[in-house]
């Protein structure tokens, strides 16, 4: 859909939102069956930083910014920015100019499949970026495009008012209808997970705790001495 801008769509609760923000992008992905994970080529332009945010989408012509000036308006309070274009592209699309406009109404950060710049400024300003490239090829405002659309990034549709969570390990997209859903059985694999730990630093191996000396017998995997 090209040439729109919905305003006021349904948005996940931010209490939803933000309980979903103590877990890491993994143990959420691992929540909803190894699902919502966007392509490991957006990566963080900052390190030990968690987000989790409503997506406020943007779809633009590749090398044009036009659509993110009229996304601004559109964002507030706990939203998180989500661009991408029609085509590939990884000219800068986003700047420290846009995180500063943006860091005014609350947004809590941003996620484009396209290049950004600024990514020093970005760091100092403590606004989170997540990107395909980093790059400091200018753009035009000329074309239009829409915001607040279903937009596909890697696979993954992003609905406008999804939850977006971000970390270290990269992007995850939560539909907005499973939130708390997913709220629920994060915390359930985070404590499953808080026994395994406390398990291996008792000295427990993976090979018993998970079964897996079984697995190695079914598939003919086999211990033999060094000098045998």
Partial sequence: MM?????????ADLKDVDALARYGVATVSEAMGRTGLLG???RPVQQGVRVAGTAVTVLSWPGDNLMIHAAVEQCG??????????????DGLFGELFATALQQRGVRGV?????????????EMGFAAWSRAVSSQGTVKATGGSVNVPIAV??????????????DDGVVVVPRERVRETVEKSEAREAKEAATRAAFIDGQLGLDRYG?????????VRYQPYDA
């Fill in 154 to 167: 890697d696979g993954q549709v992003i609905h406008p008012g999804d939850v977006i969570l971000a970390d």
């Fill in 40 to 42: 490991p080529d957006i």
């Fill in 111 to 123: 996620v484009t499949s396209t290049g950004i710049r600024d990514t020093q400024e970005l760091r």
């Fill in 77 to 90: 309070e706990g939203d998180l920015l989500v661009v991408t274009t029609t085509s590939p592209c990884t």
């Fill in 212 to 220: 897996l000396r079984e697995v190695l017998e079914r598939l003919g």
């Fill in 3 to 11: 040439g729109v801008i919905v305003t006021d769509p349904p948005k």
